[in-house]
Each structure stands twice: as C-alpha cells, then as structure tokens.
C-alpha cells in the first residue's frame, strides 16, 4: 500500500540530546513537510522541501534541521537547541501539481526525560 | 496577514443531531479550501477539498461544505452526525503565491455522545 511512514511512533529524548524522526513516503510525491502539533495550537510548519536537496524554513523552523537527499525521505532532527521539544510531529507530502492535497503520516510523539 | 480562523475549538453533540463548524479565512482572492479530520488514534485524513465551480462540495462519510467568498467562509456541516464522527476537525487554506503552503486553523474537537 502507498503512504507515508513515520517512525518511531514514540521518542524519548534526554536535556541536551539530538533526535532525529524519520519520515518515508512511497507515492512518488515531489513536496514533503514537517508539522508540529500542539494542544489547541493546530498544526504548525517546521520546513518543507519541494524537491531533493532543497528545503525551506517554515514557520517555527528554530531549533530544527532537516535533509532531503532522497525524494521518499525527509528526515527532521530536533536539536538540542529547541527549547521545548516535547510535541507530536507530523509528516505530510503531496504532488506539487495545482491544488493537490497533503497526506499525512501517523506522526511521531516525542517526549524529554 | 493570512490566517484561518475556527469558531468552535470544543463541541459536544448527541447522536442524529446537526453539525455545522465554522471556518473563515483572511484573503480575499483565489484560495484552496480543504478540511482534514482527525479520528483518535488514527492519521490526518483528507474529508473534502474545494478549489473551484460549485461551491457546495460533498465529502466522504456524509460530510458536506460550503463555500461563500462574500464571506470568506468555508463551513463544515453534517446533516447527522454519529458518535464515530468524535475527532477533531481542522480547516486549512492555501494561499496563492506561498509556495503552496497550507495555513491551519486551530481545529475543533468534536465529541459525539451516543
């Protein structure tokens, strides 16, 4: 079945470590993103590329690095530097053709020991 | 600035009633319109999407919107809802020229008493 991956589902992180998500996707789409998702903030945009080896900031980007080598994969890390990192992260991608919707992964819930 | 705005962040209903959540959004030019459900557990999933012609736009398990661009308004609505529609519901705009980046609102929490 086509769809897109994200693993782990659970992340546990210590104060000072880097963590990396994974996000895998196999429809063949061109754009990719990554969510953050708090309760009662809605989904906010950490970055998003929309195509390999190109990626832009979104809105809270600080605190975060992402890669995209490869079209099927777009990993995000959480550095050390993002002060509350604890949230739920999702990772979406779409067709970049007009008006297309995004699909979702069933995200990743990251917590600090 | 662009936004997305959700009047009801809690609902509560019981089984048969009607549904209608609010969405409104800031610009007042050629925007795409989705609205995305979240069921407990389970992924974001697409419910319907409106990009032009009718603006009345059907959506899966029975879910409808309307779009009215005097008003700026894409609402959600359900004739009658069951206590499987208990998820929460987030309406969501692209702008154009933003690199198709998709502006959210808050969500809503819709909860369905049996």
């Known amino acids: 079945d086509g769809g897109i991956t994200q693993s782990p589902k659970y992340l546990f992180r210590k104060e000072g470590q880097n963590v990396t998500l994974s996000c895998e996707q196999n429809l063949n789409h061109d754009a990719m993103y990554w969510y953050r998702q708090d309760p009662g903030q809605g989904l906010r945009l950490i970055y998003y590329s929309q195509i390999v080896n190109d990626f832009q900031k979104g809105d809270i980007a600080e605190g975060y690095s992402v890669s995209r080598e490869k079209k099927e994969s777009f990993p995000l890390t959480v550095t050390s530097a993002q002060k509350n990192p604890t949230a739920f992260y999702l990772c979406?991608?779409?067709?970049?053709?007009?008006?297309?919707?995004?699909?979702f992964g069933d995200g990743t819930r990251l917590s600090i020991l | 600035a662009q936004s997305v705005s959700q009047h009801n962040h809690h609902v509560i209903l019981s089984e048969a009633a009607s549904l209608e959540l609010g969405c409104n959004y800031s610009y007042g030019g050629t925007v795409n319109l989705f609205w995305y459900v979240q069921y407990p557990g389970q992924h974001l999933q697409l419910l319907l999407k409106?990009?032009?012609?009718d603006p009345l736009v059907k959506g899966i398990k029975g879910f409808e919107a309307e779009f009215i661009k005097s008003k700026f308004s894409f609402n959600l609505r359900k004739p009658s809802v069951q206590w499987s529609d208990t998820a929460e519901y987030f309406c969501a705009v692209e702008y154009p020229g933003n690199n198709r980046k998709l502006i959210w609102g808050l969500g809503t929490s819709l909860a369905v008493n049996p």
């Open positions: 409106y990009f032009s012609g």
């Open positions: 979406a991608s779409r067709w970049t053709g007009s008006s297309q919707p995004q699909h």
